[in-house]
């Protein structure tokens, strides 16, 4: 997590970073803080909170300066406050370093410092590295920076200042990523943790490797590794439209980007299905037919959102194209016996692309000669990179924390790769076009649904006074009930515990009273009466039951005390609709509970620790 940002060149460096810190802000909200460097001295500030209050201390006008660098955090190591901000600092404030990552020998080197008399300001693993980059200067900052890094252990990416080097910054990383950007002339580079921040600029620009240090000065930069060898690095010309940050007009980012869906799922569909020949394709996807024909085990595996997505593309890639998928929680998939053979492909599923638990999860399955997949929405991040083939959901950048457009829109990729894949094997062309009708159809359905949205709304008012929750759904409709709960945990700060709901009778029905509502989603027909049956046994224990159902559906009127009707599809794709009604629902309560919608607390958009 955290944002990393660090420019030197001809113009405003504060401005600079702050602007830089702004489109960051998504990865860490906790604190924030720039340190520069002005006559000869180091000069740091810091604000606990969003970044709003550390622009509030600063004044950029006296500040003229070409160097600076800039950080925004979610708390690992420490207290989310002041003291515990970045940029850290030696005890005799010569040199400024921003991390992420952890530190994981800092108690031990922490302990070793102050046994010699070192003072520390904070409680985090990162002031460990300004302490020691201090006690290893001897008039080059490269050398001392290159001596630190063989010292700590763990996951870094850092940039440092010295207030001896003002025209000079020293950019490290290791396992945790760190790009930089630069014009052609070198007059301006921009080092930052996320590529995201070069956002409205065209750039030449390098991804560091693991344990490589970049020495930027002014008009120059040269790349080395820990054994003080050059590394030639190409650069790849990113031409980064601006991101466009913008409401439009609605109350929050979540409800705009709710409201975008009928339009992200199009751009995720569009130019890949070929309806009227029942055909699927990927642009630059270049597994071999020959490997992808054979393939007979896939293991899914991403984090939280895209971990649902995962779940609904087991049954997708089950049962449409007949290939043994498991769906792996990203942070526990490394530490098991992964049974990979060259018959397997290994997906990974990340809005962000950057999620620690999901690299690791990858690399563990590439160090075992797995193939693997990307299905991210940002290009150039650090999953993209390392996957053998990629695919992109284009939804564009999504900046409420809580995700919502790119879970429709992976939903949209893996229901079109399982297609993809059931085409090489034996589903017929017929079947294909039905499939894809259905699915074109979806954009139209979920525009019915955000229609409905004043009447959800009337529903959340009802509900909003409970504190604790059930969802429940059957077959597709559980992955629904998961994904449905995690919004209203992440945006509402109240309790939801999604089951299946067959399970309710072998324990959780226990919890039932007329305190804990049920939150039933019974848009799967395969399953119907089977799910009327647990909500009859809800109902006799006298929860106040809401249902997600299908429009026309008997019984279930008789059953529920309020009803929010859904547009009718297939079993495989009832999960579009329930889903975004679900997200509004998420939404009008978190909005009468008054919590911090777009930014909830505790949490970060990208979560680049382990
Ligand atoms: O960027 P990723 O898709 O890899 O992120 C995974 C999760 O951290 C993410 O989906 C998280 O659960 C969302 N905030 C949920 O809304």
Redesign the pocket.
């Known amino acids: 997590m955290c944002g990393i940002f660090g420019y030197l060149g001809n113009k405003n460096s504060i401005k600079a970073c702050l602007n830089g810190l702004k489109l960051l802000e998504y990865r860490g909200y906790d604190s924030a803080g720039i340190a520069t460097i002005k006559n000869g001295s180091l000069i740091n500030f810091k604000a606990s909170g969003k970044l709003i209050s550390l622009e509030k201390k600063i004044n950029i006008k006296n500040l003229n300066l070409d160097l600076a660098i800039g950080h925004t955090r979610w708390a690992t190591h420490g207290a989310a406050n002041e003291k515990n901000a970045h940029p850290h600092l030696d005890e005799m404030k010569n040199v400024a370093i921003v991390h992420n990552g952890i530190i994981e020998n800092y108690d031990i080197l922490k302990k070793d410092l102050q046994s010699k008399g070192v003072k520390f300001r904070s409680e985090t693993d990162s002031e460990v590295i300004a302490q020691l980059i201090f006690k290893n200067y001897k008039k080059n900052l490269l050398d001392a920076t290159l001596k630190t890094l063989k010292e700590v252990k763990g996951s870094l990416a850092i940039v440092v200042i010295h207030k001896n080097h003002p025209h000079e910054i020293v950019a490290a990383t290791r396992e945790s990523p760190l790009a930089i950007g630069f014009d052609d002339k070198k007059n301006e580079f921009i080092i930052s943790s996320d590529p995201n921040a070069f956002s409205g600029r065209n750039l030449n620009v390098i991804f560091l490797k693991n344990n490589e240090i970049a020495h930027i000065k002014k008009n120059d930069l040269i790349v080395i590794n820990l054994r003080k060898q050059k590394v030639h690095k190409k650069f790849e010309k990113l031409n980064s439209k601006n991101l466009i940050f913008s409401k439009k007009g609605f109350e929050h980012f979540l409800l705009k980007e709710i409201f975008d869906q009928p339009l992200t799922i199009q751009k995720a569909y569009l130019g890949r299905a070929i309806e009227d020949k029942g055909q699927v394709e990927f642009e630059h996807l270049n597994f071999t037919k020959k490997f992808l024909s054979k393939i007979d085990n896939i293991i899914v595996t ?5 971990y649902h997505a995962s779940l609904i593309a087991k049954a997708y890639f089950e049962d449409q194209a007949n290939i043994r998928t498991s769906a792996e929680i990203a942070s526990e998939m490394r530490f098991k016996n992964l049974l990979i053979t060259k018959n397997t492909l290994v997906i990974a ?7 620690a638990d ?1 690299m690791a999860a990858l690399k563990a399955a590439k160090a075992k000669g797995a193939k693997t997949l990307s299905i991210v929405n940002v290009q150039n991040s650090t999953i993209s990179r390392f996957t053998d083939e990629s695919i992109f959901l284009k939804a564009g950048p999504e900046r409420s ?3 919502t457009k ?1 879970f429709s829109s992976q939903i949209t990729v893996l229901y079109l790769f399982a297609i993809y894949l059931a085409r090489l094997r034996d589903m017929k062309k017929r079947e294909a076009i039905l499939f894809l009708k259905e699915l074109k159809k979806i954009p139209l359905k979920i525009r019915k649904v955000l229609k409905i949205s004043s009447l959800i709304n009337e529903q959340a008012k009802k509900y909003a006074k409970f504190d604790s929750f059930f969802f429940l759904g059957r077959n597709l409709m559980y992955p629904t009930a998961m994904e449905a709960a ?2 209203l945990k ?1 945006i509402s700060y109240l309790n939801a515990n999604a089951y299946p709901a067959g399970e309710m009778k072998h324990g959780p029905l226990a919890l039932i009273s007329n305190k804990l509502p049920v939150i039933a989603f019974c848009s799967n027909e395969k399953t119907y009466d089977k799910m009327l049956s647990s909500l009859m046994e809800a109902k006799a224990r006298g929860a106040p039951i809401l249902a997600f159902a299908t429009k026309n559906s008997y019984g279930i009127e008789d059953i529920a005390d309020d009803v929010i009707w859904l547009e009718k599809t297939t079993d495989e794709l009832a999960i579009f609709p329930s889903s975004v009604a679900a997200q509004l629902f998420a939404y009008y309560v978190a909005k009468i509970r008054k919590t911090d919608i777009d930014q909830p607390r505790n ?1 970060a ?3 680049t620790v382990e």
């Open positions: 991403a984090c939280g959102t895209s599923i990340s809005q962000s692309g950057e999620t999901t924390v809580c995700s790119a995690l919004k992440e949490l958009k990208s979560v």
